[in-house]
Nanobody, 131 residues
Framework: EVEVVDSGGGSVQAGGSLRLSCIVS????????VDWYRRAPGNACELVSR???????FLKDSVKGRFAISQDNAKNTVNLQMNSLKPDDTAMYYC?????????????????????????WGQGTQVTVSL
């Protein structure tokens, strides 16, 4: 079974910082693609960040200069450091992983998740930014 555990959310004031962590187990983390998505109430999901061997690092334009992504292969962890947070960053944040080589059939836990994208999904962590 594949397990994705995301954590680190909380409530902060605008300008504050949070560090989200995503720990992935059950797949070969080396070369895996690991995403952070977010969804605010009433809004569609947004891809916030991605680490991928093929594509490198992606950050959504609106978070560039404020958010940074890092990966620790020894700990099967991807961290999203969020600085200078704004109320618009308020959302549920989800970590999602896809191994470089998929098994056939996929292991338990493979699903479209909350954003209708097939990945192994975390349960989500809430980020709330107030003025």
């Amino acid at each position: 079974e594949v397990e994705v555990v995301d954590s680190g959310g909380g409530s902060v004031q605008a300008g504050g910082s949070l560090r989200l962590s995503c720990i992935v187990s059950g797949i070969n983390f080396d070369g895996a693609e690991v995403d952070w998505y977010r969804r605010a109430p009433g809004n569609a999901c947004e891809l916030v960040s991605r680490v991928s061997r093929e594509e490198g690092i992606f950050l959504k334009d609106s978070v560039k200069g404020r958010f940074a992504i890092s990966q620790d292969n020894a700990k099967n962890t991807v961290n999203l450091q969020m600085n200078s947070l704004k109320p618009d960053d308020t959302a549920m944040y989800y970590c999602a992983a896809r191994p470089r080589k998929m098994t056939a059939p996929p292991r338990r836990g493979w699903s479209p998740g909350p954003c209708d994208v097939h990945r192994y999904w975390g349960q989500g962590t809430q980020v709330t930014v107030s003025l």
